[in-house]
Nanobody, 115 residues
Framework: QVQLVESGGGLVQAGASLRLSCAAS????????MGWYRQAPGKERDLVAT???????NYADSVKGRSTISRDNAKNTVYLQMDNLQTVDTAVYYC?????????WGQGTQVTVSS
């Protein structure tokens, strides 16, 4: 059984920074992809950023240049540093672990950006 636990969300003002963390536990293969997705009220869940176990990254255009995804393979933890947050970044942020064709999701952490 794989579990993902996110942390680091909160309420911030526009222009501020946040660092989200997601720790995975359980039976995890070393070759995998971890990532962050977000879902705003009334909208679909969208990609924010992903990182493979070898360090290859992919970012949504909306966060490119303002966000950095990283991971610690020894701790099975992925991080998302978000800078210059804007109100449009308000959403529930979900961590995802993909191993082969199986996706595991965290419970989500709320990020609210006020103007």
């Amino acid at each position: 059984q794989v579990q993902l636990v996110e942390s680091g969300g909160g309420l911030v003002q526009a222009g501020a920074s946040l660092r989200l963390s997601c720790a995975a536990s359980g039976s995890i293969r070393s070759i995998n992809t971890m990532g962050w997705y977000r879902q705003a009220p009334g909208k679909e869940r969208d990609l924010v950023a992903t990182i493979s176990s070898l360090g290859s990254t992919n970012y949504a255009d909306s966060v490119k240049g303002r966000s950095t995804i990283s991971r610690d393979n020894a701790k099975n933890t992925v991080y998302l540093q978000m800078d210059n947050l804007q109100t449009v970044d308000t959403a529930v942020y979900y961590c995802k672990l993909r191993v082969r064709m199986t996706n595991y999701w965290g419970q989500g952490t709320q990020v609210t950006v006020s103007s």
